[in-house]
């Protein structure tokens, strides 16, 4: 049986029928005839791609045509091909059923062939025309996954860019600095334990895991200003003086600086966020920290947050000048405002993730003493 595109299929058990289709569709449509279900269902298995529309009778011997829009429904041929029933039934509801399966038009018999063929044409260009619309869709849909992917590549090489260019820098300061190297670690531990504390209690605070982590890679960089220390002060073991203290507390401001000199190379929320850790993270809530003695909610989320960790691990960590704090009285000594004071809320995250900065203190030691 040779088909061609545009056939129109006719399932009718009675032959005259389908005659009197085949000539009405004729000019336009080649019509290939069905006697009944089976027989539908079969061209459709073989040919379904070859047919325009079918114009189905119900009630046929063998299988019906419920049995064939059945058939359709659940081969999803329904989406494709549109049937047009011809049938002697006159209930409503018989109507209701056809269309809630799915078919395109009801026809009742006896019917006119000059509107059969008028509606055969307009439902067929219609499917056509929905069927253009849809390739159009899929290849415009097509487009826009691989433009998508080509950018979601973009933004992962910008990102590995931005943290290439912290671990570079945060690199520098651990070479300048001779206790900064697990120091910058560890801070970026802790930052990302009280975040996502913060993230969970303080929904205010509106911190989405993509800008954590931005503050977390960014903690690296807190301290950068330190590498314009000279090395009589930043690597004096014991404490500073008065001249000494407030000439250390200047790296603040000139990290900011160094960081405003590259502005450009990475991303603008990156270098955003490092600028305000890198000045802000000596602040105090309230206000008697440096450089600017910012009150309250003014100091940066971020460089509140970094200032906590950098604390914790100031106070447990062996320093130049110092033995390492008992990590219980470091606890005890940042709540109770002996290192300056926090943000409230901040200290109530900062009390639920206690024994979770422990852990990590631990930890480190262990790799300390490895």
Known sequence: MFLCFDQCLSVDDIELNREILAV?????????????????????????EDIAAILLDLIMPEKDGY??????????????????????????????????????????????????????????????????????VRIQTDNLRRQNKLLEQQTIKIKENNENIIDVLGTVVEY????????????????????????KKYPEYSLTPEKINIIVAAS???????????????????RLDKDEFEYMKSH????????????GAWDDEYAKVSRAICRYHHERYDGKGYPDGLIGEKIPLEAQLVSVADVYDALVSERIYKDAIEKEKAYHMILMGECGVFSPKLMECFRESKEE??????????????
């Open 24 to 48: 009405a569709l004729g000019d336009t449509y080649p019509v290939l005839e069905a006697g009944n279900g089976n027989q539908a269902i079969e061209i459709l298995r073989e040919h379904s």
């Open 67 to 136: 049995a064939v829009l059945q058939f359709m429904k659940e081969s999803e041929l329904l989406e494709s091909i549109p049937v047009l029933v011809i049938s002697a039934e006159s209930k409503t509801e018989v109507e209701r059923e056809c269309l809630e399966l799915g078919v395109s038009e009801f026809i009742r018999k006896p019917f006119d062939s000059v509107t059969v063929r008028s509606r055969v044409k307009n439902i067929v260009d219609l499917f056509k025309y929905k069927k253009r619309l849809e390739e159009k």
């Open 176 to 199: 300048r600095n001779l206790e900064s190297g697990e120091h910058i670690k560890r801070v970026k531990g802790f930052t990302r334990i009280l975040a996502e504390c913060a993230a």
């Open 220 to 238: 690296a960089l807190h301290d950068i200003g330190k590498i314009t220390i000279r090395d009589s002060v930043l690597l004096k073991p014991g």
């Open 252 to 263: 603040t401001v000139k990290g900011c600086d160094i960081l405003e000199q590259i502005d």
């Open 357 to 370: 900065f422990e852990a990590l203190a631990r930890k480190y030691e262990m790799i300390h003493e490895e």
